[in-house]
C-alpha cells in the first residue's frame, strides 16, 4: 500500500477511489480490528457501493455489529438509486424491527425514490409513516414530502403541509417556491417569495432559481426582470 493512502484512509469522509483500494481499506480495518467501527465502517459500505459490488457492500453491512441510523441510510440509498421499492421497503421493516429509529433523512431518501417513479401510493404511505413515527414536523422529512408532491402533481397537499409547520426553515421555503416554478405557477411563487421576505428569510440563490423557473412566459417577463434586479 503506498504511503500517500495511509493518512487519508481512516477518514470517514473520503470514500476510496478504486474497488483495488477499498480492498486495501477492508483489509487493513480486519487486521487492525478496527472493522466494526460504525464511521469506518460506513465509509468502507460507501467505497463498495460506490464501485458497485453491491455484494461486498451487503455483506459487510450484515458482518457490523453496531448499525447505526446512517449506516441503515446509506443502505438504502444505495437501493433508491437503482429505484428497488421491495428491496427499500424489505431494509426499511428490518430497520425498525431491530429498533432503530429511523430518522428525517431515511424518509427523504425513499420519498425521493416514490416521486422519481411517479408512484403516489408509495409516497402518501411513506409520509404516513412519518407522521406516526413522530416525525411530522421534521424540516428534512416534511421538505421530501412537498419535493415528492409537487412532482406527483399535488400542490395543493404541498401548501397544506408547509402552512402547518411551525417555523419552516430556508430548504422548506426553497422547496415550495420551486414547486410553484415545476408547475408554472408563477403568481403563487411571487406570493410565497414576498412571504419570505416578510417572515426575515435571508434568501439564497436557490430562492432566486426557484422563483425564477417560473417565469417563462411573456405575461410574467416584467417580473423574471423584477427578480433579476433583485439578485
Known sequence: MQARFLPEIFDPLVVCSTLSETKQFHTVLITTRLSSRPPLATKLFLSYAAHDDILSAHLLFDQTPHQTVRFWNSIIRVHARRYDLSRIFSLFTQMRRLCTIPDGHTFACILRTC???SNLRCAKMVHGNLISSGLGYDLTGSSAVIGAYYKLGLMDDARSLFDVLPEPDLVLWNSMTSGYGYKGLWQKGLELFHRM??????????????????LWDRSSLLFGRGIHGFA
Open 197 to 214: 421576505q416578510e417572515a426575515g428569510e435571508r434568501l439564497d440563490g436557490y430562492s432566486l432559481v426557484g422563483q425564477l423557473s417560473s
Open 115 to 117: 416521486s422519481e417513479i
